[in-house]
């Protein structure tokens, strides 16, 4: 099987031996699969050291949900939630990376500590976020992205849906390169569930391997999302709520370790944190094995 290159160190991160943890603090009033939960500083604070003691390496910070038809939050709202937590978690020795489209919170979240910028746009949404993120020369995640998700943007349309987005994530890479960010600071992640249906998130997950051709780390975000409702449900029935898609996402974070992603990002830490050490063991098994090892013991 193929897998993923580049796994390895993205700079200016700590080094993980596998595929890395990131846990999710959403600090929302309402993003799809947690929303309200963890809205005020403390709470959320609290619940960023928890999933560090469940396992996770880094922990990703977001003031705004990108649910459909989602209302955007104003810059100084978004500032509000994030900044605070940020500094909170930073203080307590957690990696922090943010989650926003807005250059300006990006900015302010890597004053207040954070290592890593996580994008949802690719840098599309502010024309601003470029310049941030070179300036600072730090790790920027790179997703897949078509638009906000209203209208037409929430169904995307694709002939090749694999091809399509490694060939709009390289114009992402190049775009960022141009702009003077180190190509060596870009991670990228498919976006699943973004302008994209089951059947697309499916194919991505089964063609991972073609996102080596980027030769950049890959992050693959599934926890939760709509795709595992619809293979979870079967045809015709109801998909079970997001809160009860955890065993379905641990699934898919041994996949994707498997297949060699740099990190998954989870809600629910501690099923992928055995996820990613199971699939560390059986490619380390693979390696110790190798070709013609075990020969002359019959
Ligand atoms: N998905 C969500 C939020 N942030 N970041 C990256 N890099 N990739 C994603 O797929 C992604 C993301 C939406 O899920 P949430 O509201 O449960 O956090």
């Known amino acids: 099987m193929r897998t993923l290159r580049g796994r390895g160190r993205v700079a200016g991160l700590p080094e993980w031996d596998r595929c890395a943890v990131m846990g999710v603090v959403n600090v929302t009033p309402d993003s799809f699969s947690d929303g309200g ?13 928890d999933l560090v003691g469940q396992g996770a390496d880094l922990v990703d910070v977001g003031g705004e949900s ?40 990006a900015e302010r979240a890597l004053s207040a500590g954070a290592l890593l910028v996580n994008d949802v746009s690719g840098g599309l949404a502010d024309p601003a976020m470029i310049s941030v ?3 600072a020369s730090v790790p920027f995640v790179v ?19 694999v091809s399509e987005v490694v060939t709009e994530l390289r114009a ?24 994209k249906d089951a059947e697309h998130d499916l194919a991505l997950l089964a063609h991972l391997d ?3 051709e980027l030769d950049r780390p890959v992050l693959v975000a599934a926890s939760r999302k709509r795709f595992l409702g619809r293979v979870l449900a079967g045809p015709g029935a109801a998909p079970p709520p997001a809160r009860e898609r955890d065993a379905a996402t641990a699934a898919v974070s041994a996949i994707a370790a498997h297949q060699g992603a740099w990190a998954v990002r989870v809600h629910e830490v501690r099923a992928t944190a055995d996820a ?6 059986v490619a380390q098994a693979a390696t110790a094995q190798g070709p013609g090892a075990g020969e002359g013991t019959s």
């Open 37 to 49: 939960r963890f809205f005020d500083t403390t709470t959320a604070v609290k619940h960023g050291l």
């Open 66 to 105: 990108t649910r459909p038809g989602a209302a955007r939050v104003d810059e100084a709202e978004e500032l509000r939630r994030v900044i605070p937590v940020v500094r909170g978690l930073v203080s307590e020795g957690v990696t922090v990376s943010v989650d926003t489209m807005r250059a300006s919170v």
């Open 133 to 135: 993120v070179a300036e």
């Open 143 to 161: 997703m897949h992205w078509r638009g906000f998700l209203e209208g037409p943007n929430v169904r995307g349309v694709y002939a090749d849906v």
């Open 172 to 195: 992402r890479i190049d775009a960022m390169v141009d702009g003077g960010v180190r190509a060596d600071r870009i991670i990228v992640d498919p976006g699943l569930g973004f302008s």
């Open 210 to 212: 073609r996102l080596a």
């Open 276 to 281: 990613v050490r199971v699939a560390q063991a």
